[in-house]
């Protein structure tokens, strides 16, 4: 089995430099570490956790979300006893296979809408963040609602992904759009003064 974190690790409680290294630039963290070791405990009743890749561990709300390695969603899934250990562990599997691409992912979770677009925006700090634009019309055929989309693709993708849908865009653009009563008021008090 291999896992996000060094077994050796995990087995002496303590993160060798890389592994820590790792976790101090975010790209394991603490739950990743708690899973794996949840997880090598298991390896000894579950056999077959012997071929798995774990890329990912992840906990949002009542779902745990898993990144493996491609083929490798099966093999989780195939030992009902596993999967029930994990579902009152830690909450209702989502597994995706393969290094998550962006696209990819979003296209799984809303299938069957598709997406209008996906922006990235950078800001002044380094950090990312990505913003899916969706139809209105789709709003019924998905089956999460923006803010569950929001928190299982980010942490699927251990970035900032934001959803939204092309209705309440319209809406927000309206509303900034209205003349604001302060503005009026001063606009109104400075016409005056002349």
């Keep these: 089995m291999r896992l996000p974190v060094c077994n050796f690790d995990i087995e002496s409680d303590m993160l060798c430099p890389n592994c820590q290294a790792k976790l101090d630039r975010g790209e394991i963290t603490e739950f990743d570490i708690q899973f794996s070791k949840w997880l090598l405990e298991k390896e000894k009743q579950y056999p077959s956790l012997e071929s798995l890749v774990l890329r990912k561990a992840a906990r949002t709300g009542t779902n745990l979300i898993l990144v493996v390695n491609k083929k490798n969603k099966d093999t989780l899934l195939a030992d009902e006893a596993l999967v029930q250990e994990m579902t009152q562990e830690y909450g209702e599997p989502i597994i995706v296979e393969g290094a998550p ?67 309440d865009r319209r809406h927000l653009k309206e509303e900034i759009e209205k003349p604001d009563e302060f503005d009026e008021k001063m606009k109104e008090i400075g016409e005056r003064r002349f």
């Design 101 to 167: 691409k962006l696209r990819r992912i979003v296209r799984e979770f809303i299938a069957p809408a598709n997406e209008v677009g996906v922006n990235s925006l950078w800001s002044a700090d380094g950090t990312k963040e990505n913003i899916v634009m969706l139809r209105e019309e789709d709003r019924e055929r998905i089956k999460y609602n923006k803010d569950e989309l929001r928190e299982i693709i980010s942490a699927i993708m251990g970035e900032s992904v934001l959803f939204e849908y092309q209705e």
